[in-house]
């Protein structure tokens, strides 16, 4: 199965976020171990560094993008994702941008704590807390 993780989703693991964290944990394993092949979108790399680095410090931030680069792949977001997801005129942006770079890398599923701002996404969407047992 391939798993588009949000980075809300991984941002609940790397800062510890209660009540998060453990339905996050789950899904995070699950790429881990190989039971899901899990991808973040390529704008969440760098959104999920920032957040970081502004939280916890620059080498916390460098630490933190190594180990997403060995757990997780990258799905792209190129200019037609963007244009594609501007048509949309969706109220969320970034979620469209997301939801289209998961149909594009061919995903069977997204997973994010914000599932009403993927309204209309092509590919499945469900809470961490849903998504988890499916994917043990």
Do not use: Y
């Not at 790397?14 to 991808?39: I, K, M, N, Y």
């Not at 969440?44 to 997780?72: C, D, M, N, Q």
Request: aromatic content about 6%; hydrophobic content about 55%; overall charge neutral.
């Amino acid at each position: 199965m391939r798993v588009l993780v949000d980075a809300n989703v991984v941002l609940d693991v790397l800062l510890d976020r209660q009540p998060h964290f453990a339905a996050s944990a789950a899904v995070w394993s699950a790429g881990e171990t190989g039971v899901a092949q899990c991808l973040l979108a390529a704008h969440a790399v760098t959104t999920i560094h920032f957040l970081i680095r502004r939280e916890r410090g620059a080498a916390k931030a460098s630490e933190a993008l190594s180990l997403l680069l060995r757990v997780f792949g990258v799905a792209p977001v190129d200019e037609g994702v963007i244009r594609e997801a501007f048509e949309l005129r969706a109220l969320d942006f970034e979620d469209s941008v997301t939801a289209l770079a998961a149909q594009r890398a061919g995903c069977d599923l997204i997973v994010t704590r914000d599932p009403k701002g993927f309204r209309g996404s092509l590919v499945r969407v469900l809470a961490p807390e849903a998504a988890a047992p499916l994917l043990r």
